[in-house]
């Protein structure tokens, strides 16, 4: 990558930034032994401010971390971790990037060294007794590698997966097993002493081979696994072999590091293109497997164990310039010994427009729109739903893409009915019905999210004996939301047909009434009254006694809506209603 303004700025860990340049570095604690502070530390600088997390893993699963995390390897959204204390070891599979632990193998074996060989299986190399061991992560299992000849007698600390087979590095030799019958084939015999560094070239189809005094030598993976002639680069006590761009990478335990370009070598002995500034002796620095370069940009990171103890140092540098991007240690970070960057041009980098995404809830539906990034000039998508109808609580994680890199916010969504429906009708009028007589009316409600809402009820809506009846009509919507309404009902068992007589002679007045009922009629043909509750229930009467108007105290009736029904001596009937306030 190139960056050429150099910027200046401090943070809480003490580091140094000298380019354009952001990243994400999980850095991976060895922890001190007897101890379970081993684990995952992720910085990221694509965010401002930047972050720095405590041990991903212990926060995830609010526990404590490891006793000697060993290795720790990623594929997709999973991610392996090997614990090799003196007894009790574990091997645990996690969701990546968040850790939260799948399953966990215990083990009284040495997990030394991981690898992943396809999103569902990955092998471990155990160092006491020595075996090999293949996961499978579809259903959380594992198993033992044949090995009918014993040629695995120790742990590995490189194994390379190349078309279906695994290439473990076992002392002075390479293994070989198939991966499809999890079987030892054969092993690759070499005599270039104790491999320091295996790395696959797939332009070329060779492993390449590191020792620890400078010598590389290639196998011809096409060409009968043939040996390629020893290259003495010149440089002593190296380790950490990577390749990037058709281009070995190496350092040396004085804290250079050196190319060897596999197109066009050069003169030997190497010169030296980085040397790092990190504290730690020659033992501390590189510890284990702590370089990386990402395979992107070619930018690369190198980490420090310094004297042993938190915190842990890194250097993360351009990989075209060698300038230093940042340089920094992060508390708690005890022995680092494995590291994986990921680097982005800043040009390039994803600021979301919000730092957090609001709730959106609605009644009955939700219509998302997209959210932006960079004022406006990127906008996320998602693979979740944008519109929701039904009632629930939902997420959505939007991705903010601008083709080098990208990142991810979660909004959530709330679809809750909270709203009652409404009766189109305020107050039911009485209904008048005949013995056997079957009620088909059903009054309608008005719900802001279904429109319409017909009432039901566990009334019964035929009657046998005459009298004022009551039926609770009910309202429901749905969604958990429901209005009740209570209607009368007169049931009118005349068998001698005779007709109720009319109502229009008679008034009654004010209604709704608080205290005192006026009667008004235009002859005296009623001459009893009563007034019911609308359970039918006799709440008062009065006698008319030939009076055409008449006053009834109504102070003592609760406020509601009751019925007054004035009679003859035949037994006819008329009611009106009646409201106390």
């Known amino acids: 990558m190139k960056k050429q303004i150099t910027v200046l700025f401090t943070w809480l860990m003490v580091a140094t930034s000298f380019a354009q340049t952001t990243f994400t570095l999980d850095l991976i604690a060895e922890g001190n032994f007897g101890t379970t502070n081993g684990d995952v530390f992720r910085r990221n600088t694509t965010v401002s401010p930047p972050t720095t997390s405590s041990g991903v893993y212990q926060t995830a699963n609010s526990t404590t971390g490891f006793n000697v995390l060993q290795d720790f390897v990623v594929l997709g959204n999973k991610a392996i971790i090997a614990e090799k204390p003196g007894s009790n070891c574990r091997v645990v599979i996690a969701d990546y990037p968040s850790l939260n632990e799948v399953h966990t193998f215990t ?3 040495a997990p030394q060294t991981l690898k992943f060989v396809s999103p569902t299986k ?11 061991q293949v996961i499978n992560l579809a259903n959380n299992t594992w198993s033992t590698v044949s090995d009918p000849t014993n040629k695995i007698s120790s742990s590995s600390s490189f194994m390379e997966h190349i078309n279906g087979v695994l290439y473990v590095a076992m002392g002075q030799n390479i293994v070989k097993v198939d991966t499809s019958t999890n079987a030892v084939t054969g092993v690759i015999n070499l005599s270039l002493g104790n491999i320091k560094g295996m790395v696959y070239d797939q332009i070329g189809n060779k492993i390449w081979i590191l020792n620890g005094s400078g010598k590389l030598q290639s196998i011809d993976i096409a060409n009968s696994f043939a040996l390629g002639t020893i290259i003495n680069t010149g440089i002593s006590s190296t380790k950490l072999l990577r390749l990037y761009n058709q281009k070995l990478y190496f350092w040396s335990s004085s804290k250079k590091m050196y190319l060897y370009n596999i197109n066009t070598p050069g003169s030997l002995p190497l010169s030296e293109v980085f040397t790092s500034t990190l504290p730690g002796a020659s033992y501390s620095f590189a510890y284990g497997r702590s370089f990386d370069i990402d395979t992107n940009s070619g930018d690369f990171v190198i980490c420090s164990a310094n004297t042993f103890s938190a915190p842990g140092h890194y250097q993360v540098v351009d990989g075209s310039t060698y300038s230093i991007i940042e340089t920094g240690s992060i508390p708690n970070c005890a022995i680092p010994n494995k590291c994986i960057l990921k680097t982005f041009d800043q040009s390039l980098s994803i600021v979301p427009d919000l730092d957090s995404l609001a709730l959106v809830s609605g009644q009955c539906s939700v219509q998302l729109t997209a959210p932006t990034a960079n004022s406006g000039v990127i906008t996320a998508t998602t693979t979740d739903p944008i519109s929701y109808t039904s009632q629930g609580n ?15 916010q979660t909004q959530s969504v709330i679809v809750k009915d909270t709203i009652p429906p409404v009766p189109t009708i305020s107050v039911l009028d009485t209904i008048k019905v005949s013995c056997d007589e079957q009620i088909d009316f059903k009054p309608m409600a008005l719900d802001n999210c279904v429109d319409s809402v017909t009432a039901t009820t566990n ?13 609770l009509w009910t309202y429901a919507d749905g969604n958990g939301n429901s209005t009740t309404q209570n209607q009368p009902v007169l049931v009118i068992c005349n068998e001698t047909d005779i007709e109720e007589l009319s109502g229009e002679n008679i008034r009654i007045y004010p209604n709704p009434v608080t205290h005192f ?16 509750d609308l359970r039918g229930r006799i709440q008062q009467k009065f006698s008319m006694n030939a009076e055409l108007n008449k006053t009834v105290d109504v102070r003592k009736l609760s406020a509601g809506i009751y019925i007054v029904q004035f009679s003859d001596d035949l037994g006819n009937y008329f009611r009106k209603k009646m409201i106390i306030q």
């Open 107 to 109: 083990t009284s074996n």
């Open 517 to 532: 009922l006026h009667i008004e009629m235009n002859n005296d043909v009623y001459q009893k009254g009563v007034i019911y």
């Open 394 to 408: 939902y997420t959505v994680t939007w991705t903010y893409s601008n083709g080098s890199a990208s990142m991810s």
């Open 459 to 471: 009334s019964s809506l035929m009657y046998t004996t005459a009298g004022v009846k009551d039926i």
């Open 122 to 132: 990955a092998y471990v190399s155990m160092g006491n007794p020595g075996d090999l």
